[in-house]
């Protein structure tokens, strides 16, 4: 399996912008998809957007308009800019990796607080 690191998170205020990264210990890219998800306090844990190869990528309608996924390649290295930020954006957002022939993320990191004050 992959490590995965997030890192980015912290305390803003609504209508604020944060921007999170997830550095890959290896070279995945080309063999993966790589999504964000969040899980909030007492609710289950949702996906927020994947890139896939050829740089597909996919929104949940709560973040479309304000938060885009990107990777950079050299670095290892997926991004979520998250713009707009609402109070209900509060959570603990999660890297994570998955094959590209496989339907399950098998690779998870420690998960970045995201906090958005209203």
């Known amino acids: 399996q992959v490590q995965l690191v997030e890192s980015g998170g912290g305390l803003v205020q609504a209508g604020g912008s944060l921007r999170l990264s997830c550095v890959a210990s290896?070279?995945?890219?080309?063999?993966?998809?790589m999504a964000w998800y969040r899980q909030a306090p007492g609710k289950q844990r949702e996906l927020v957007a994947h890139?896939?190869?050829?740089?597909?990528?996919n929104y949940a309608d709560f973040v479309k308009g304000r938060f885009t996924i990107s990777r950079d390649n050299a670095k290892n290295t997926v991004y979520l800019q998250m713009n707009s930020l609402k109070p209900e954006d509060t959570a603990v957002y999660y890297c994570?990796?998955?094959?590209?022939?496989?339907?399950?993320?098998?690779?998870w990191g420690q998960g970045t607080q995201v906090t958005v004050s209203s």
């Open positions: 290896r070279s995945i890219f080309s063999t993966h998809v």
């Open positions: 994570a990796a998955r094959l590209l022939t496989m339907r399950d993320f098998t690779s």
């Open positions: 890139i896939s190869s050829g740089d597909r990528t």
